[in-house]
């Protein structure tokens, strides 16, 4: 199922553990000039698989799923269950592993603490710990935080908590999530560190990491900013409304109406809309990743492009090698390119085709080769 080309991108933002769409207030506000901005009630769910189920329930089409701590959870189970639907996969302040060993009893505790005393007695055990060390006592940011607890009620946490406690084991299928993935988290996250984000990035073929300085495990009300400027820039909005000041400044100033931006002579512009474009060419590119799916092109070439959609025009490029027109319908060379590990080619003869020379042409023009 794939987005026509005038309708806006959808994003899907899935909130973590007794959380709402109060969470993710800035980023929507970052968002919705670009985007149309669906957010996840996970109040009444006990699942991490029925989350990722009524998320993508919101809508339909191709959609960017991204979640914060249990919310990224139930992101990573959406791309397990749909991956022909999601486009991009964010994932902030989160984790991978199954239960741990004693950790029923440790969640078990807190349980009994909002059934007993209620959820402001939670919030003033729970929330310390998920900021950063240093804003323990920044009631600016605590209070908000504390009000949105108190929104939900100890039976909503119950749910939540037996839906963690019940999580598959994220790591099984990491390397299956070929979509572009942004992987983010706070610098002094206590929670869930940097370290283990490390291990996701490292384990998603085509995985970026974000560390946002100065936060914790709530890195987006803690950071705002920070974390709605990665979103922005990892998504392709930010050359929409802006264009860089010169380096130093540290500002940013309005693109004019007429201006366009920087680019290679000869090159087409691998720009939001040629990447949305080309999302198929990328999609199964990436696919080549695996060793079944590079025998499945070998045997069968055709068929496996069927497999992605690839319109007659993305087909015709592909099967004839023409990476020129590859790159011109949206291809990204970084993805395309393995392509040519299963049928070998050198990279300048890939340049060459490009930029519309012939071989020798391109060497001796280009590369200054005799």
Known sequence: MHRAMSERPKIILLPGLLCDAGIWAAQVEALKPHAD???????????????ARAALALTDGPVTAVGHSMGARAAMEMARIAPERIERLGLIDTGIHPRREGEELTRQVLVDLAYA??????????????????????????????????????????????????????RIHLSEITCPTLVMVGRQDRWSPPAQHEEIAAAIPNAELVIIENSGHMSLVEQPE???????????????????????????????????????????????????????????????????????????????????????????????????????????????????????VRITEIGAHQAGMDHTDFLRDRLGKK
Do not use: C
């Not at 007429?258 to 199964?284: H, S, V, W």
């Not at 291809?331 to 040519?340: A, E, H, R, V």
């Open 226 to 344: 920070q974390v709605s400027g990665a979103l922005l820039r990892w998504l392709g909005f930010e050359h929409e409304t802006v264009s860089a000041a010169p380096r130093g400044t540290g500002e940013l100033k309005p693109m004019a109406k007429n201006e366009t931006p920087d680019r290679i002579p000869d090159t087409p512009l691998f720009d939001r809309k040629r990447a949305l474009q080309g999302y198929r060419i990328n999609k199964m590119a990436m696919g080549l990743g695996k060793p079944e799916n590079r025998e499945a092109f070998r045997q069968n070439e055709s068929a496996y492009l069927d497999r992605f959609g690839l319109t007659p025009e993305e087909k015709e490029a592909v099967m004839s090698r023409n990476w020129r027109e590859m790159v011109r319908l949206g291809g990204n060379l970084f993805f395309i390119l393995k392509i040519s590990a299963i049928d070998p």
């Open 37 to 51: 901005v669906f957010v996840a009630d996970f109040s009444q769910l006990d699942s991490i698989e029925g989350m």
């Open 117 to 170: 005393e209620g959820m402001g007695a939670l919030a003033e055990r729970w929330l310390p710990p998920m900021v950063h060390e240093g804003r323990t006592g920044d009631r600016a940011l605590l209070d908000p935080l504390k009000d949105m607890v108190m929104r939900a009620t100890p039976e909503q946490h119950h749910r939540q908590i037996r839906a963690l406690l019940g999580r598959p084991d994220a």
